[in-house]
């Protein structure tokens, strides 16, 4: 899942905003494109509700620009925390990347390890992927990442430590980039 960081500038979208926008990286986006091949060729129920726009103030995702819904397989994006064409397809390109290491088999020795290294990859290849300083870059993937495994693994100070442990190791794993047809 990806938080929301406030304040923003711009007006948040609207959900037919958002709809109409999502339509058009889905077509576009090369970085969209290859993860979702990656994804169906690894099973193709994983998606099987697709991707939607929707507000979510007043549920329990209010905080958040979107999220990967492993039990109902289904991508949200949080239209009324997004506020530019960007940052809808960052988040999409972040979820995506949850989506498929839900599917993708991994070793780790605890479950929080996991977790931790797949908030690593989603901002690695999404939200942060764009940030030239390889020292700014590391700290929004480093930040963004500890924010959101805090949530499932016992809050800030256990979620950095989980962090420390699968950072480098993550952090290089740029798959389904590395592999196969080229990005
Ligand atoms: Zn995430």
């Not at 397989?73 to 949850?98: A, F, G, M, P, Y």
Request: glycine letters at 6%; a positive charge.
């Amino acid at each position: 899942m990806r938080f929301y960081h406030s304040p923003q500038q711009d007006q948040p979208y609207t959900e037919g905003k958002c709809t109409v926008e999502l339509g058009r990286i889905l077509e576009t986006s090369p970085k969209v494109a290859r993860l979702l091949q990656a994804i169906f060729a690894l099973n193709k129920d994983s998606l099987r509700r697709g991707i939607t726009c929707r507000p979510c103030a007043g549920t329990q995702q209010a905080s958040r620009m979107g999220y990967y819904d492993g039990q109902y397989k289904r991508i949200v994006i949080c239209c009324d925390n997004i506020h530019s064409e960007k940052q809808l397809e960052s988040t999409l390109v972040h979820e995506l990347v949850h989506a498929f290491d839900r599917i993708r088999t991994g070793t780790f020795s605890t479950m929080c390890h996991l977790i931790a290294c797949g908030e690593i990859r989603a901002s690695a290849l999404g939200q942060c992927h764009d940030i030239k300083s390889p020292q700014r870059k590391r700290e929004c993937i480093w930040e963004d990442a500890i924010r959101s495994t805090a949530v499932h693994c016992g809050g800030r100070t256990t979620a950095e430590m989980y962090i420390r442990q699968v950072f480098d190791k993550c952090v290089q794993d740029r798959a389904p980039f590395n592999i196969a047809h080229g990005s």
